[in-house]
């Protein structure tokens, strides 16, 4: 792996933690999304940093940025955007939504309805919105970093099967241990630090190095291995629904992204199983679960069917 490469990634990592303490593994795996061209969905009670973490990688790159606070009123034009008339020249044009930006935070997205929530579908699949009878494309990079909070369910909207599916890893923030929380109440005395952060990487770079995932080597007997237990899934009992084409390429993507983060230019298999739960769990229903009851029955499900599984040599 190029060193220029290894350092943009360090540098990367290195910034975000300076206002996102004590959560190297989640720093991580945001990048890892980042990498790898995609979406993440970070789901956790309030006040964890949510928020914070989605700003913090946000102000790394040089490249646009928007927040939608997701409400029950919200509407898709107000995601999109819509046609508006102009009274001088007497003609509709197209006014560009907050959805066109290098990163764009959706703030609690299911606290909005179904038909508001489906306006990022075509954006997180194909990086476009059609309006009007026009196709716009989305800048590159394009990514969306959704926060949700699991526990309530007034007012709330569920996404649905089909929404989760774009998301390439749902992941949970969770609290820091004491030490770096006492070092959160200390840097937060004079202000945000996230308020600090300076771009580390150009929109560019972000293509250049997503480009640079791509030419990861996966050996055959990896793809194998990733397919083994994709397909326990599906033969599984204890799941209504198992793992799709699409969840089985998230991973293998995912896969070359943490390879790269890691300083190779090629998948082992540890890099894999560590990412099975995070990108597979929110792509199977589990049976017999009520509310709250879904997330941790099918995260040990697909951890037990992965540690069942046998790794290459």
Known sequence: MPAETLELIAQLQENIGRAVLGKTDVVRRCIIVLLAGEHVLLEDVPGVGKTLLGKALARSISGTFHRIQFTPDLLPADITGGSVYDSHTKEFSFERGPVFANVVLADEINRTTPRTQSALLEAMSESQVSADGNTYSLPSPFMVIATQNPLEFEGTYPLPESQLDRFLMRISVGYPDRADELEVLRSHREGEPVDQLAPVL?????????????????????????????HATRQCGELHVGVSIRGALALYRASQAAAMLAGRDYVVPDDVKTLAVPVLSHRVISKGYLHGGQRQATEMLIERLVNETRAPD
Do not use: G, W
């Not at 791509?214 to 194998?224: K, L, M, N, T």
């Open 202 to 230: 150009t929109a560019e770079q972000v293509v250049a190095l997503q480009a640079e995932v791509r030419r990861v080597r996966v050996d055959d007997a990896i793809s194998e291995y990733l397919l083994n237990f994709v």
